[in-house]
T-cell receptor
Framework: KNEVEQSPQNLTAQEGEFITINCSYSVGISALHWLQQHPGGGIVSLFMLSSGKKKHGRLIATINIQEKHSSLHITASHPRDSAVYICAVTGNQFYFGTGTSLTVIP | ETGVTQTPRHLVMGMTNKKSLKCEQHLGHNAMYWYKQSAKKPLELMFVYNFKEQTENNSVPSRFSPECPNSSHLFLHLHTLQPEDSALYLC????????????FGNGTRLTVT
């Protein structure tokens, strides 16, 4: 069993929809990261958080340390948001989820 | 532009070839990493360098050989690879080995024939 589990694995949404991607982890962590990977392969760090909530544009990330759970929300989704979203946690090392593949249809 | 540059972007090699992947960062980071990404699997950490010293080797076969000549450059030397080594190889850097965010390159798509 992977230390980091994401759901759903695949997600298709209509443009404008509100999107939620979930991440649960089973190890002690010092921080949680949300990453975005576009089809070209490069990965971009969206958020690093250890408590509460962070917002950047249409993206919002929350974390509940007690429940070992984080969510990534995308408001007013757009086709350019189509990518793989990866949850990663930092404990004594980095642990990665397998990613959620998001497709936003115009 | 992520600040981490990887070359080449694509590489096709036979099982008897020797090739090298290159990674370069000018972000002033002290830690550099090689990751392997295979389809439907989490990112797998291969090697970590911190201040040019290798601090982790995650049970990687000896046909993969890393080199870190300075804190800005990282190489992955490949020889006698197997078809199952075909994957996306990602380089990353971070300010230090702790909880700093990772900055990734665009990866090298490797195909072993």
């Amino acid at each position: 069993k992977n230390e980091v589990e994401q759901s759903p694995q695949n997600l298709t949404a209509q443009e404008g929809e509100f999107i939620t991607i979930n991440c649960s982890y089973s190890v002690g962590i010092s921080a949680l990261h949300w990453l975005q990977q576009h089809p070209g392969g490069g990965i971009v760090s969206l958020f690093m958080l250890s408590s509460g909530k962070k917002k950047h544009g249409r993206l919002i990330a929350t974390i509940n340390i007690q429940e070992k759970h984080s969510s990534l929300h995308i408001t007013a989704s757009h086709p350019r948001d189509s990518a793989v979203y990866i949850c990663a946690v930092t404990g004594n090392q980095f642990y990665f989820g397998t990613g959620t593949s998001l497709t936003v249809i115009p | 532009e992520t600040g981490v540059t990887q070359t080449p972007r694509h590489l096709v090699m036979g099982m008897t070839n020797k090739k090298s992947l290159k990674c370069e960062q000018h972000l002033g980071h002290n830690a550099m990493y090689w990751y392997k990404q295979s389809a439907k699997k989490p990112l797998e950490l291969m090697f970590v360098y911190n201040f040019k010293e290798q601090t982790e080797n995650n049970s990687v076969p000896s046909r993969f050989s890393p080199e870190c000549p300075n804190s800005s450059h990282l190489f992955l030397h490949l020889h006698t690879l197997q078809p199952e080594d075909s994957a996306l190889y990602l380089c990353a850097s971070s300010q230090d080995r702790g909880v700093s965010p990772l900055h990734f390159g665009n990866g090298t798509r490797l195909t072993v024939t």
